[in-house]
């Protein structure tokens, strides 16, 4: 299936892709390599997703604060794709970034928010590299911050 074919079946709604909020682009093409800037925990409802893991939110709250931001990622693809998910060769890297309490040890698993949804859309060529990282503060007060590294046909 192709990823909007996903899109439908698992009843997804994108968000609609932020533009920056400083001196820097949402998105940026190198030859076949499309670069997404991190993209932050924001709901359904366009509200901030704030806190501390492992003291505001616990383990699943994160995994789903990773999915909103696979999505918002998603959402800036089909942006710079011209709105053609079919352009997408295959997801190289995601970097999460977690701001969580100094014993937290689980961010793995609120990434995995991330990278679960990342392969329900792309299916295979959804499968990436990743890297999963605590942080004491992430801007706007966030839980939870990723970004990505695609390759183009």
């Given at each position: 299936m192709s990823a909007e074919e996903n899109i439908e079946k698992l009843?997804?709604?994108?968000?609609?892709?932020?533009?920056?909020?400083g001196?820097?682009?949402a998105t940026k093409i190198s030859g076949k390599?499309?670069?997404?800037s991190g993209q932050i925990s924001i709901d359904e409802n366009?509200?901030?997703?704030?806190?501390?893991?492992?003291?505001?939110?616990?383990?699943?709250?994160?995994y789903?604060?990773?999915?909103?931001?696979?999505?918002s990622i998603i959402a800036q693809v089909k942006k710079a794709?011209?709105?053609?998910?079919?352009?997408?060769?295959?997801?190289?890297?995601?970097?999460?970034?977690?701001?969580?309490?100094?014993?937290?040890?689980?961010?793995?698993?609120?990434i995995n928010g991330a990278s679960d949804m990342i392969a329900s859309?792309?299916?295979?060529?959804?499968?990436?590299?990743?890297?999963a990282v605590s942080t004491n503060s992430l801007p706007l007060g966030v839980s939870?911050?990723?970004d990505a590294i695609f390759e183009l046909k």
């Open positions: 009843k997804i709604k994108l968000p609609e892709a932020k533009a920056p909020v001196n820097y682009v390599t499309l670069f997404i366009g509200q901030l997703i704030k806190g501390k893991i492992g003291k505001d939110l616990d383990t699943e709250a994160g789903n604060a990773a999915s909103r931001c696979a999505l794709c011209d709105n053609d998910l079919s352009k997408i060769k295959s997801c190289i890297k995601l970097t999460g970034f977690v701001n969580s309490t100094d014993d937290f040890v689980e961010q793995p698993k609120v859309v792309f299916g295979d060529s959804g499968m990436h590299t990743r890297a939870v911050e990723v």
